[in-house]
């Protein structure tokens, strides 16, 4: 965990945590998908193609100009995602298995579970009249489908879930930070956003003027010159720098 010693905690007026595989293991549905499609072993490198297709599905969506969230687009990202990432693993699909592939996948991820310490520390803070919210890409039903399924809807309301598909802003935009702080009626430097992604969520909170706490869960390296304002590994060390 890495705090800077002038401040042994932060102290925001509202916390945001991004989704996929920062609420959840985002690597248990990639793997279950692998496994049941693919038929890879136990010695498969997951966590690293994991990794990669991660990188895939940013770039990817890049370069469509935002997370797509219909149509062929949608599609075509989706499919290429997993050729191109699994591609640097000796795994050469078709579109057909690509796509196989990535449908396991989706079912898969309405069968998660929070990470441990997730929900005890979105209730602290509440209980701390800190405003408590997510910012996620991704088209809107799917995102609220795996909000439900993680059993978190009770505790943050709708109007503090922003999904990229809805606003029409996709992180790393800074203009969803802006919007968001907006809709609070709060400066920026009040809000504090926590994420796995250096891409979306980094470098888009940065720019867009908030606290930014990196949850590398994974211990990976950073991608750019940028400095998060903390960094974590669990929510033990999220729960140390919040509380």
Known sequence: MNIPSSQ????????????DDTLYDHLIPFRQALQNVLHTNDQFPYAAAYHRMRYYSDYLSAQAGGTPTHGNVLLEMRRNRFKFSLEEFGLHLTDSQADMVQEEYLQHQFTIQLFDGAKELIEQLKDRDVTVGLITNGPPQHQMQKITALGIRDMIPA?????????????????????????????????????????????????????????????????????????????????????
């Open 8 to 19: 042994a905690a932060l102290s925001p007026r509202a916390v945001f945590f991004d989704v």
């Open 159 to 243: 109007d503090l879930i922003f999904i990229s598909g809805a606003v029409g802003i996709t992180k790393p935009d800074r203009g969803l930070f802006d919007h968001v702080a907006g809709k609070l009626g709060l400066p920026t430097d009040a809000c504090c956003y926590i994420g796995d992604s250096w891409r979306n969520d980094v470098i888009g909170a940065l720019n867009g003027g908030w606290n930014v706490i990196w949850f590398n869960h994974r211990g990976v390296n950073p991608e750019s010159e940028h400095r998060p304002h903390y960094e974590a590994a669990s929510y033990d060390e999220l729960a140390a720098l919040l509380l």
